[in-house]
């Protein structure tokens, strides 16, 4: 263990943390789909999933490192212990952020909730590694903006 710390204290040390027994790294690309994939992320939505994903995280003791919804679905970008769970961590995100939407009553989020649920049963996660989170932080930041280079009036 002393030999893993030392090799750790020589390269990014910032993004490792320390338990009593462990040190780690992980990071998970969490995707979440409203049902019937609505068109409900609206700003004031956003805002709100954003709050209730953090709050959750916290009490999960995992950090919410980034976050992007857009029309379809929401990433998300969760630093956690090798203790969290990520069934349990994703129903408790699910399940809070639909309550707190549901009891807005927002017009956009209304619309949504069929059988009270607000997201899709299904979600995607992929394991971040060490290298390439850069990439994934700037991949769900700028899931708003187009990936073509040029307008598709110019594909006519």
Request: positive net charge.
């Given at each position: 263990?002393?030999?893993?710390?030392?090799?750790?204290?020589?390269?990014?040390?910032?993004?490792?943390?320390?338990?009593?027994?462990?040190v780690?790294?992980?990071?998970?690309?969490?995707?979440?789909?409203?049902?019937?994939?609505?068109?409900?992320?609206?700003r004031?939505v956003?805002?709100?999933?954003?709050?209730?994903?953090?709050?959750?995280?916290?009490?999960?003791?995992?950090?919410?490192?980034?976050?992007?919804?857009i029309?379809?679905?929401?990433?998300?970008?969760?630093?956690?212990?090798?203790?969290t769970?990520?069934?349990?961590?994703?129903?408790?995100?699910?399940?809070?952020?639909?309550?707190?939407?549901?009891?807005?009553?927002?017009?956009?989020?209304?619309?949504a909730?069929?059988?009270?649920?607000?997201?899709?049963?299904?979600?995607?996660?992929?394991?971040?590694g060490?290298?390439?989170?850069?990439?994934?932080?700037?991949y769900?930041?700028?899931?708003?903006?187009?990936?073509r280079?040029?307008?598709?009036?110019?594909?006519?």
């Amino acid at each position: 263990m002393i030999m893993v710390y030392d090799c750790l204290m020589e390269e990014n040390w910032n993004d490792w943390r320390t338990g009593r027994h462990v040190v780690y790294n992980l990071r998970a690309h969490i995707i979440l789909t409203p049902k019937y994939r609505r068109e409900i992320m609206t700003r004031r939505v956003t805002r709100l999933l954003e709050q209730v994903f953090g709050e959750v995280c916290t009490r999960f003791e995992c950090t919410l490192e980034s976050f992007e919804a857009i029309q379809g679905h929401a990433h998300l970008l969760i630093g956690y212990t090798p203790k969290t769970q990520l069934s349990t961590l994703i129903m408790s995100l699910k399940t809070n952020s639909s309550k707190q939407l549901r009891d807005q009553h927002w017009p956009e989020t209304d619309q949504a909730f069929h059988d009270k649920h607000f997201w899709t049963p299904s979600y995607c996660i992929a394991a971040a590694g060490e290298d390439p989170i850069e990439t994934m932080n700037q991949y769900i930041e700028n899931q708003d903006k187009p990936r073509r280079k040029y307008d598709k009036k110019q594909r006519s």
